[in-house]
Protein backbone atom coordinates (compact mmCIF):
# COMPACT_ATOMS: atom_id res chain seq x y z
CA UNK A 1 0.00 0.00 0.00
CA UNK A 2 1.26 3.18 -0.91
CA UNK A 3 1.89 5.52 1.99
CA UNK A 4 -0.02 8.45 0.66
CA UNK A 5 -3.10 6.46 0.28
CA UNK A 6 -5.89 7.38 1.64
CA UNK A 7 -6.75 5.02 4.49
CA UNK A 8 -10.12 3.82 5.40
CA UNK A 9 -10.08 2.93 9.59
CA UNK A 10 -8.56 4.93 12.72
CA UNK A 11 -6.55 1.46 12.98
CA UNK A 12 -4.91 1.84 9.89
CA UNK A 13 -3.94 5.64 10.35
CA UNK A 14 -2.71 4.25 13.83
CA UNK A 15 -0.61 1.65 12.08
CA UNK A 16 1.02 3.73 9.76
CA UNK A 17 1.51 6.15 12.21
CA UNK A 18 3.69 4.19 14.04
CA UNK A 19 5.26 3.30 10.68
CA UNK A 20 6.22 7.26 10.45
CA UNK A 21 7.45 7.61 13.86
CA UNK A 22 10.07 4.91 13.76
CA UNK A 23 11.39 6.29 10.53
CA UNK A 24 11.71 9.63 12.64
CA UNK A 25 9.25 11.24 10.15
CA UNK A 26 7.06 12.87 13.15
CA UNK A 27 5.48 15.67 11.38
CA UNK A 28 3.19 12.52 9.05
CA UNK A 29 2.93 10.30 12.49
CA UNK A 30 1.31 13.06 14.10
CA UNK A 31 -1.10 13.69 10.73
CA UNK A 32 -1.90 9.83 11.34
CA UNK A 33 -2.54 10.03 14.90
CA UNK A 34 -4.99 12.80 14.98
CA UNK A 35 -7.09 11.22 11.75
CA UNK A 36 -7.03 8.09 13.63
CA UNK A 37 -8.39 10.15 16.87
CA UNK A 38 -10.92 11.46 14.60
CA UNK A 39 -12.27 7.87 13.26
CA UNK A 40 -12.17 6.40 16.99
CA UNK A 41 -12.10 9.57 19.79
CA UNK A 42 -12.12 6.40 22.32
CA UNK A 43 -8.50 4.68 21.51
CA UNK A 44 -6.27 6.00 24.41
CA UNK A 45 -3.38 4.07 22.06
CA UNK A 46 -3.76 6.83 19.55
CA UNK A 47 -4.19 9.67 22.12
CA UNK A 48 -0.54 8.00 23.81
CA UNK A 49 0.87 8.27 20.67
CA UNK A 50 0.36 11.46 19.75
CA UNK A 51 1.72 12.63 23.12
CA UNK A 52 4.58 11.08 22.51
CA UNK A 53 5.10 12.57 19.38
CA UNK A 54 4.05 15.87 21.25
CA UNK A 55 6.72 15.21 23.97
CA UNK A 56 9.41 14.48 21.57
CA UNK A 57 8.93 17.42 19.22
CA UNK A 58 9.15 19.16 23.15
CA UNK A 59 5.51 20.36 22.92
CA UNK A 60 4.92 19.20 26.79
CA UNK A 61 1.74 21.28 27.46
CA UNK A 62 -0.05 19.58 24.49
CA UNK A 63 1.54 16.13 25.09
CA UNK A 64 0.16 16.47 28.75
CA UNK A 65 -2.95 17.26 26.90
CA UNK A 66 -3.54 13.93 25.33
CA UNK A 67 -2.07 12.00 28.32
CA UNK A 68 -4.96 13.47 30.03
CA UNK A 69 -7.44 12.20 27.16
CA UNK A 70 -5.57 9.02 27.30
CA UNK A 71 -6.09 8.55 31.35
CA UNK A 72 -9.40 9.49 30.94
CA UNK A 73 -10.51 6.21 28.77
CA UNK A 74 -7.81 4.08 30.33
CA UNK A 75 -7.34 5.04 34.30
CA UNK A 76 -5.58 1.90 35.00
CA UNK A 77 -3.01 2.19 32.79
CA UNK A 78 0.78 3.10 34.89
CA UNK A 79 2.14 3.74 31.79
CA UNK A 80 0.47 6.50 31.15
CA UNK A 81 1.15 8.20 34.34
CA UNK A 82 4.54 7.48 33.89
CA UNK A 83 4.50 9.13 30.78
CA UNK A 84 2.83 12.24 31.76
CA UNK A 85 5.02 12.58 34.26
CA UNK A 86 7.96 12.81 32.28
CA UNK A 87 5.95 15.76 29.83
CA UNK A 88 5.14 17.36 33.50
CA UNK A 89 8.94 17.00 34.49
CA UNK A 90 9.62 18.18 31.06
CA UNK A 91 7.93 21.62 31.35
CA UNK A 92 8.55 21.96 35.02
CA UNK A 93 5.37 21.08 36.37
CA UNK A 94 7.61 19.14 39.03
CA UNK A 95 5.01 18.48 41.83
CA UNK A 96 2.50 17.30 39.44
CA UNK A 97 5.44 15.14 37.43
CA UNK A 98 5.97 13.73 40.98
CA UNK A 99 1.94 13.31 41.34
CA UNK A 100 1.89 11.22 38.36
CA UNK A 101 5.00 9.41 39.33
CA UNK A 102 3.30 7.73 42.58
CA UNK A 103 0.05 7.24 41.08
CA UNK A 104 1.74 5.05 38.71
CA UNK A 105 3.79 3.05 41.36
CA UNK A 106 0.25 2.10 42.96
CA UNK A 107 -0.28 0.50 39.67
CA UNK A 108 2.96 -1.00 38.97
CA UNK A 109 5.04 -0.42 41.97
CA UNK A 110 8.93 -1.28 42.14
CA UNK A 111 9.30 0.55 38.87
CA UNK A 112 12.59 1.63 39.11
CA UNK A 113 12.51 4.32 36.62
CA UNK A 114 9.47 6.27 38.77
CA UNK A 115 11.73 6.81 41.54
CA UNK A 116 14.93 7.74 39.09
CA UNK A 117 11.76 10.37 37.79
CA UNK A 118 10.78 11.74 41.21
CA UNK A 119 14.53 11.97 42.30
CA UNK A 120 14.98 14.78 39.10
CA UNK A 121 11.66 15.96 39.80
CA UNK A 122 12.41 16.80 43.84
CA UNK A 123 16.31 17.80 42.32
CA UNK A 124 14.40 21.32 42.50
CA UNK A 125 12.99 21.07 45.34
CA UNK A 126 13.67 19.41 48.25
CA UNK A 127 17.54 17.41 48.22
CA UNK A 128 16.78 14.96 50.75
CA UNK A 129 13.46 13.91 49.23
CA UNK A 130 15.66 13.65 45.98
CA UNK A 131 18.35 11.51 47.51
CA UNK A 132 15.72 9.07 49.04
CA UNK A 133 14.58 8.60 45.41
CA UNK A 134 17.13 7.93 44.08
CA UNK A 135 18.42 5.64 46.73
CA UNK A 136 15.10 2.98 46.38
CA UNK A 137 15.87 3.42 42.50
CA UNK A 138 19.51 2.09 43.19
CA UNK A 139 18.04 -0.30 45.60
CA UNK A 140 16.21 -2.13 42.46
CA UNK A 141 18.61 -1.86 40.43
CA UNK A 142 22.55 -1.10 41.46
CA UNK A 143 23.80 -0.88 38.06
CA UNK A 144 22.51 2.30 36.96
CA UNK A 145 25.32 4.57 36.71
CA UNK A 146 23.51 6.97 35.79
CA UNK A 147 21.21 6.82 38.88
CA UNK A 148 24.52 7.22 41.37
CA UNK A 149 25.46 10.12 39.10
CA UNK A 150 22.30 12.12 39.83
CA UNK A 151 22.33 11.31 43.46
CA UNK A 152 26.19 12.28 43.77
CA UNK A 153 25.08 15.49 42.07
CA UNK A 154 22.14 16.04 44.51
CA UNK A 155 25.18 15.30 47.37
CA UNK A 156 27.00 17.96 45.74
CA UNK A 157 24.56 20.54 46.23
CA UNK A 158 23.93 19.63 49.83
CA UNK A 159 27.59 19.79 50.54
CA UNK A 160 27.87 16.28 51.69
CA UNK A 161 31.07 15.93 49.71
CA UNK A 162 31.86 12.87 51.19
CA UNK A 163 28.67 11.32 50.17
CA UNK A 164 29.00 12.71 46.78
CA UNK A 165 32.80 11.21 46.07
CA UNK A 166 31.33 7.78 47.30
CA UNK A 167 28.70 8.25 44.33
CA UNK A 168 31.15 9.10 41.79
CA UNK A 169 33.71 7.06 42.63
CA UNK A 170 30.76 4.11 42.23
CA UNK A 171 30.11 5.82 38.96
CA UNK A 172 33.41 5.18 37.63
CA UNK A 173 33.42 1.93 38.87
CA UNK A 174 30.19 0.81 36.83
CA UNK A 175 31.62 3.37 33.53
CA UNK A 176 34.98 3.71 33.66
CA UNK A 177 34.60 6.51 30.79
CA UNK A 178 32.23 8.64 32.42
CA UNK A 179 34.04 12.13 31.68
CA UNK A 180 30.89 14.12 33.61
CA UNK A 181 31.39 11.66 36.75
CA UNK A 182 35.30 12.05 36.43
CA UNK A 183 34.86 16.09 36.98
CA UNK A 184 32.22 15.65 39.53
CA UNK A 185 34.49 13.91 41.51
CA UNK A 186 37.36 16.47 40.98
CA UNK A 187 35.25 19.14 42.06
CA UNK A 188 33.91 17.17 44.89
CA UNK A 189 37.39 16.16 46.39
CA UNK A 190 38.26 19.79 46.03
CA UNK A 191 35.38 21.24 47.72
CA UNK A 192 35.73 19.01 50.67
CA UNK A 193 38.89 21.05 51.25
CA UNK A 194 37.60 23.97 50.93
CA UNK A 195 35.00 23.01 53.63
CA UNK A 196 37.42 21.62 56.06
CA UNK A 197 39.08 24.89 55.84
CA UNK A 198 36.20 26.63 56.24
CA UNK A 199 34.72 25.27 59.24
CA UNK A 200 37.85 25.68 60.95
CA UNK A 201 37.90 29.30 60.39
CA UNK A 202 34.10 29.20 61.50
CA UNK A 203 35.22 27.33 64.66
CA UNK A 204 37.60 29.62 65.64
CA UNK A 205 35.10 32.76 64.57
CA UNK A 206 32.72 31.22 67.00
CA UNK A 207 34.98 30.93 69.49
CA UNK A 208 36.28 34.39 69.83
CA UNK A 209 32.93 35.65 69.41
CA UNK A 210 31.88 33.60 73.12
CA UNK A 211 35.23 35.39 74.42
CA UNK A 212 33.43 38.42 72.94
CA UNK A 213 37.06 39.29 70.89
CA UNK A 214 34.97 40.45 67.85
CA UNK A 215 37.26 41.96 65.95
CA UNK A 216 38.70 38.08 66.09
CA UNK A 217 35.73 36.50 64.73
CA UNK A 218 35.09 38.96 62.18
CA UNK A 219 38.51 38.27 60.82
CA UNK A 220 37.89 34.52 61.04
CA UNK A 221 35.01 34.55 59.15
CA UNK A 222 36.48 36.68 56.61
CA UNK A 223 39.02 34.01 55.82
CA UNK A 224 35.73 31.32 55.81
CA UNK A 225 34.38 33.70 53.44
CA UNK A 226 37.74 33.33 50.70
CA UNK A 227 37.20 29.51 51.28
CA UNK A 228 33.24 29.61 48.94
CA UNK A 229 31.80 26.78 50.97
CA UNK A 230 28.40 27.90 53.02
CA UNK A 231 29.03 31.46 52.33
CA UNK A 232 24.91 32.23 52.98
CA UNK A 233 25.64 30.71 56.77
CA UNK A 234 29.50 32.56 57.47
CA UNK A 235 27.73 36.43 56.11
CA UNK A 236 25.10 35.25 59.20
CA UNK A 237 27.89 34.46 61.51
CA UNK A 238 29.81 37.74 60.63
CA UNK A 239 27.10 40.09 60.91
CA UNK A 240 26.71 38.78 64.23
CA UNK A 241 29.88 39.82 64.62
CA UNK A 242 29.09 42.95 63.37
CA UNK A 243 26.05 43.57 65.54
CA UNK A 244 27.75 42.59 68.67
CA UNK A 245 30.71 44.80 68.23
CA UNK A 246 28.29 47.50 67.54
CA UNK A 247 26.23 47.14 70.20
CA UNK A 248 29.47 46.81 72.33
CA UNK A 249 31.37 50.21 70.76
CA UNK A 250 28.01 51.85 68.62
CA UNK A 251 29.82 52.59 65.93
CA UNK A 252 27.57 53.24 62.84
CA UNK A 253 29.78 51.49 60.24
CA UNK A 254 29.55 47.83 62.20
CA UNK A 255 25.92 48.66 62.04
CA UNK A 256 25.75 48.81 58.48
CA UNK A 257 28.17 46.21 57.81
CA UNK A 258 26.03 43.84 59.98
CA UNK A 259 22.78 44.93 57.77
CA UNK A 260 24.76 43.86 54.47
CA UNK A 261 26.15 40.55 55.39
CA UNK A 262 22.70 39.72 56.20
CA UNK A 263 21.80 41.18 53.35
CA UNK A 264 24.25 39.11 51.29
CA UNK A 265 22.93 35.79 53.68
CA UNK A 266 19.39 37.04 52.42
CA UNK A 267 19.96 36.93 48.87
CA UNK A 268 22.18 33.25 48.84
CA UNK A 269 19.81 31.69 50.71
CA UNK A 270 16.54 33.75 52.75
CA UNK A 271 16.21 32.87 56.26
CA UNK A 272 14.03 33.87 59.00
CA UNK A 273 16.90 33.81 61.32
CA UNK A 274 18.52 36.66 58.68
CA UNK A 275 15.50 38.57 58.36
CA UNK A 276 14.81 38.64 61.94
CA UNK A 277 18.18 39.81 62.20
CA UNK A 278 18.32 42.72 59.89
CA UNK A 279 15.18 43.61 61.20
CA UNK A 280 16.39 44.53 64.46
CA UNK A 281 19.40 46.04 62.76
CA UNK A 282 17.13 48.71 60.95
CA UNK A 283 14.92 49.48 64.32
CA UNK A 284 18.17 50.00 65.92
CA UNK A 285 19.30 52.45 63.53
CA UNK A 286 16.58 55.45 63.90
CA UNK A 287 12.41 55.40 63.49
CA UNK A 288 12.43 56.16 60.06
CA UNK A 289 13.41 52.25 59.22
CA UNK A 290 11.05 50.95 61.42
CA UNK A 291 8.70 50.13 58.44
CA UNK A 292 11.43 48.17 57.15
CA UNK A 293 12.19 45.89 60.76
CA UNK A 294 8.59 44.88 60.48
CA UNK A 295 8.63 44.14 57.10
CA UNK A 296 11.72 41.80 58.34
CA UNK A 297 9.65 40.18 60.61
CA UNK A 298 6.65 39.49 58.70
CA UNK A 299 8.71 38.07 55.85
CA UNK A 300 10.50 35.85 58.63
CA UNK A 301 6.93 34.53 59.40
CA UNK A 302 6.44 34.17 55.81
CA UNK A 303 9.36 31.70 55.83
CA UNK A 304 9.01 30.05 58.67
CA UNK A 305 5.69 30.22 60.53
CA UNK A 306 7.26 28.20 63.94
CA UNK A 307 9.54 30.67 64.45
CA UNK A 308 8.98 32.05 67.92
CA UNK A 309 11.91 34.50 67.52
CA UNK A 310 10.42 36.86 64.75
CA UNK A 311 6.72 36.80 66.50
CA UNK A 312 8.46 38.06 69.97
CA UNK A 313 9.99 40.92 67.68
CA UNK A 314 6.90 41.79 65.87
CA UNK A 315 5.37 41.90 69.42
CA UNK A 316 7.77 44.08 70.70
CA UNK A 317 7.51 46.52 67.61
CA UNK A 318 3.86 46.52 68.35
CA UNK A 319 4.09 47.21 71.50
CA UNK A 320 6.10 50.18 71.19
CA UNK A 321 3.52 51.62 69.13
CA UNK A 322 1.36 50.91 71.55
CA UNK A 323 -0.88 48.32 69.11
CA UNK A 324 -1.19 46.38 72.35
CA UNK A 325 -3.58 43.94 70.42
CA UNK A 326 -1.39 43.01 67.95
CA UNK A 327 1.56 42.60 70.65
CA UNK A 328 -0.77 40.61 72.48
CA UNK A 329 -1.53 38.50 69.93
CA UNK A 330 2.06 37.85 68.96
CA UNK A 331 3.47 37.10 72.33
CA UNK A 332 0.38 34.62 72.97
CA UNK A 333 1.60 33.03 69.75
CA UNK A 334 5.24 32.98 71.03
CA UNK A 335 4.16 31.34 74.31
CA UNK A 336 1.94 28.61 71.99
CA UNK A 337 5.46 27.86 70.20
CA UNK A 338 7.98 28.16 73.16
CA UNK A 339 5.55 27.55 76.30
CA UNK A 340 8.97 28.46 78.30
CA UNK A 341 9.40 31.77 77.25
CA UNK A 342 10.09 34.05 79.72
CA UNK A 343 10.46 37.59 78.27
CA UNK A 344 6.66 36.68 76.43
CA UNK A 345 4.98 35.75 80.18
CA UNK A 346 6.42 38.97 81.86
CA UNK A 347 4.98 41.46 78.61
CA UNK A 348 1.65 39.01 78.70
CA UNK A 349 1.49 39.96 82.44
CA UNK A 350 1.99 43.57 81.90
CA UNK A 351 -0.38 43.57 79.42
CA UNK A 352 -3.10 41.77 80.94
Known amino acids: MAENEKLGSAEAYFNRGVRHYNKGDFESALADFTEAIRLDPNDPDSYRNRGIVYTVSGENDLAIADYDQAIRLAPNSADLYFQRADSNKAAGYHEKAIADYQKGLQLSPNTKEAYVGIGLAYFSLNYDLAIENFTKAISLDQNMSEVYCYRGQTYYFKRDYDSAITDFETVLQLDPSNAEAKEKLKSSYAERQKKLASDEHIQRGKTYYGEEKYDLAIEE ?12 MIYCF ?3 AYKARWEAEKSKFDCD ?16 FAHCERGTLYGYKNDSDSDKALAEYEMAIRLDPNYAE ?18 KADFQTVLRLDPDNVFAKTILAKIG
Open 310 to 327: AYRLRGIYYGAREDFVRA
Open 221 to 232: FTKALKSGSNVS
Open 238 to 240: RGL
Open 257 to 272: RAIADFTMSIDLSPTA
